[in-house]
T-cell receptor
Framework: AQSVTQPDIHITVSEGASLELRCNYS??????LFWYVQSPGQGLQLLLK??????LVQGIKGFEAEFKRSQSSFNLRKPSVHWSDAAEYFC?????????????FGQGTTLQVKP | KAGVTQTPRYLIKTRGQQVTLSCSPI?????VSWYQQTPGQGLQFLFE???????NKGNFPGRFSGRQFSNSRSEMNVSTLELGDSALYLC????????????FGPGTRLTVT
């Protein structure tokens, strides 16, 4: 069965520091991968996606992610965190070989930013 | 272009009642998916609609149902509410059926007492 693991439930970084959020997926076929961000009381905003091609993808708000098939990982990075980045981040996977848009989400990582 | 809208934003119901939630997708989007978000179970897929037909369903009891109208708007219904149905219900729309980026609405916060 497909699954997504975000090993870090909570991460605290200082403003201006770099950030890496980890995501590991379990999926045998063609994974399509996404990162979403959710601010309190809000819905999910798409940060970036990977379908195929270049394994380093750029997203909005200065985020990027790297797909590593050998490690079944899709980690999210940002070189310099801003206080407004404090939120919950979700990694998600979908079956690229099927005709369904069903997303499987990780449990989320809460990011706290220290001033 | 307006985003995904969901109504109502907040809802309080009593056990045993039923509830209907509404979702209007982004203009031109034809696929609508619903997700339930709870602190314990996280984000779980409920169902997906395209061309007024349910295309995929998650592992939820039959009390959870939905439909899609010809203008792509969607509703979901939960009958015989249980305390465990308290959750944030999120609707997402995408341009086509299949794996495309999904855009989420703000959600409906349902509280069952």
């Amino acid at each position: 069965a497909q699954s997504v693991t975000q090993p870090d439930i909570h991460i605290t970084v200082s403003e201006g520091a770099s950030l890496e959020l980890r995501c590991n997926y379990s999926y045998g076929a063609t994974p399509y991968l996404f990162w979403y961000v959710q601010s309190p009381g809000q819905g999910l905003q798409l940060l970036l996606k990977y379908f195929s091609g270049d394994t380093l993808v750029q997203g909005i708000k200065g985020f990027e992610a790297e797909f590593k098939r050998s490690q079944s990982s899709f980690n999210l990075r940002k070189p310099s965190v801003h206080w407004s980045d404090a939120a919950e981040y979700f990694c998600a996977v979908a079956d690229g070989s099927s005709n369904t848009g069903k997303l499987i989400f990780g449990q989320g990582t809460t990011l706290q930013v220290k001033p | 272009k307006a985003g995904v809208t969901q109504t109502p934003r907040y809802l309080i119901k009593t056990r045993g009642q039923q509830v209907t939630l509404s979702c209007s997708p982004i203009s031109g989007h034809r696929s609508v998916s619903w997700y339930q978000q709870t602190p314990g179970q996280g984000l779980q897929f409920l169902f997906e609609y395209f061309s007024e037909t349910q295309r995929n369903k998650g592992n939820f009891p039959g009390r959870f149902s939905g439909r899609q109208f010809s203008n792509s708007r969607s509703e979901m219904n939960v009958s015989t509410l249980e305390l465990g149905d308290s959750a944030l219900y999120l609707c997402a729309s995408s341009l086509k059926r299949g794996v495309y980026e999904q855009y989420f609405g703000p959600g409906t916060r349902l509280t069952v007492t």
